[in-house]
């Protein structure tokens, strides 16, 4: 890793990393089921997977993702992007953070979430909505990601856009949170605003 993304990720990570995998285990473990099996989809480095299993000992997390990091904090096995190698009803829960908006086809990956879970997803994601909030959300996703080499395609989904794939996956709508508070002040002015969304799914 060149010496500029190495620069990145340290000022990224103690600047927003640890605050954000904090307050998402919080609002993540709080909506888990009881005793579930929980596939966390583009997981990373599993920092936030083994937050949420620190908070909820009885929940049980493995990964996948396009590419394996050299240090994971929990299993993580490798996909395609598209095709999740797993059979049906396999997981009690899949989670998807911030996932969707880098994938090639997220109609698609959200249906393969939903052909793997028994009942629930949690989805974290963001929403295009209000002034400057593509050039924001593209900021972030760059600073965020160019570390780890990770594609920024910067589709960013509407409100109604949201609902139409949720819909279509055939999910339903149990809680939408729209104030997640992941940056702290000032900064929550600038990055939270509401373009970041949890979404609590079900299956029909």
Known sequence: MSSPKRALNAVHSSLVSGRRVGVLAQHLAARLPRDSRVLDVGAGDGALAAKIMQLRPDVTIEGIDVSIRPKVRIP?????????????????CVMLVDVLHHAQDAALLLREAVRVTRRQLLIKD?????????????????????????????????????????SQAGLVINEKVDRLDIYPFPFTHIFDRRLHVLFELRKL
């Open 126 to 166: 963001h929403v295009c909505e209000g002034i400057l909030a593509s050039t924001t959300l593209r900021f972030m996703d760059y600073v965020g990601n160019w570390g780890h080499d990770v594609a920024v395609r910067g589709k960013y989904f509407s409100e109604t856009e949201w609902r139409n794939l949720i």
């Open 76 to 92: 993580v096995g490798l996909f395609d992007g598209v095709h999740i190698p797993t059979e049906r009803s396999s997981f009690d």
